[in-house]
């Protein structure tokens, strides 16, 4: 699958043993097949270090024409690079450079050397976005036709369903809508949000004296508050589920090869997971059970150096979020304990590794050492 698409949308897991494929290593090994000089490989592979820093989607106008414009003087040396025609079919049918136009130039140009899937997961979204639903509609069905193994089908649907249609809401925008709809109806027949005491503000007035009337009411929303909750708990298990097969069918470097998947995906897509995993026992278990799973399954002595600094912002934000439950744990011992083990885990060794010299350019308050003495000192902790 175009990689450029999917690091995108990853964007918007078991930790595996088996070898895996990096970025680099695919980018070299399709250029090649092609016939590409080794200079203009390079170059390529020069981009997409330079690029992955950067997501489009937080891109203004002129940094985009600046990234293009790199793109295009690489692309001249040799219009068959299938790298840079997909980075610039992804920039025209995903950002604020939107040109439906430009991006079905650089699909057909995709299209010549792509393998099958990514050929017909890149024509899918193309239709879709252009509102050529039909279209969209038969690639879809020869896609299910040709890949039977049911993660294959799981990892297009995912990502064509966090896609908005032009004329209607993602699945994910479906969610976030479902999220924050506050209740504005009777209780008779409540649409409700999550949150009781905002349902509970919404109920109508009755009189004071109406007692029983107000706690069959109230009786109502909880029971309906409950079910919205397990039928969300259910949904989200379900995508946990199908994220660790997607992530387990391709933990090796042959299937990797066959869909030109390379391992950042794959461990951005672990990260989604474990995020989630480590949101639902936080909850249910508490934080101190939330940082071992932390650092049982999220540590990984697998995943490669590109994987886990391609995916450095997923990588900082769960690191954050376990210094945070150190926080919460009230136990000064157990906050030295927990915070030398995660400084020392191979995840942080390897962005500091990469990020060192940009971490010591900002403010001492600014680094990623500052940003956790002020977590813990919000916490009332003091000795770092």
């Known amino acids: 699958m175009g990689k450029k698409v999917l690091s995108v949308i990853l964007f918007l897991v078991i930790s595996v043993g088996a070898a895996a494929v990096t970025r680099k290593e695919l980018t070299q090994e399709e250029l090649s097949k092609i016939g590409i000089k080794q200079e203009i490989i390079d170059e390529t592979i020069r981009l997409e270090e330079q690029f992955i820093e950067n997501s489009i989607f937080l891109m203004e106008e002129d940094e985009l024409d600046s990234r293009i414009k790199k793109v295009e003087e690489v692309l001249e040396k040799d219009d068959r690079n299938l790298i840079l025609n997909d980075e610039l079919f992804t920039i025209y049918i995903l950002t604020k450079k939107k040109d439906y136009e430009k991006a079905k130039q650089y699909l057909e140009k995709t299209d010549k050397y792509n393998d099958k899937f990514s050929s017909y997961f890149n024509n899918i979204l193309y239709n879709k976005k ?67 005491l905002d349902n509970i503000s919404k109920a109508p007035e009755k009189d004071l004296s109406d007692g029983k009337e107000d706690y069959e009411g109230y009786k109502k929303i909880i029971k309906e508050l409950t079910k919205i909750s397990i039928e969300k708990m259910k949904k989200q298990k379900e995508q946990i589920e199908k994220i660790k097969g997607i992530v387990s069918y391709f933990s090796n470097d042959g299937k990797q090869r066959e869909f030109n ?96 010299k940009e971490e010591s350019k900002k403010a001492p308050e600014n680094t990623l050492n500052g940003k956790i003495k002020r977590i813990l000192r919000k916490k009332g902790v003091n000795k770092y």
Do not use: C, W
Request: charged share 35%; hydrophobic share 35%.
């Open 130 to 196: 252009i509102g050529n639903k039909k279209t969209a509609e038969k690639f879809y069905t020869k896609l299910r036709k040709e890949y039977k193994d049911r993660p294959v089908i799981d990892l297009a649907d995912i990502f064509l369903e966090a896609m908005t249609d032009d004329d209607g809401v993602s699945i994910r925008d479906e969610n976030l809508l479902e999220n924050n709809f506050y209740l504005d109806n009777p209780v008779e027949n409540p649409v409700i949000s999550d949150h009781p």
């Open 261 to 356: 998947i390379s391992d950042d995906i794959i461990r951005g897509l672990e990260l989604e997971f474990r995020s989630q995993e480590m949101s639902i026992i936080g909850i249910n278990e508490g934080s101190e059970k939330a940082i071992q799973y932390y650092l049982e399954n999220v540590v990984s002595n697998a995943a490669s150096e590109d994987a886990i600094r391609f995916n450095r912002e997923n990588e900082a934000a769960l690191y954050f979020s376990t210094m945070y439950l150190i926080s919460m744990t009230g136990d000064e011992r157990k906050i030295d304990k927990y915070s030398k083990q995660l400084e020392k885990t191979r995840n942080m060794k390897i962005l500091q590794k990469y990020y060192g």
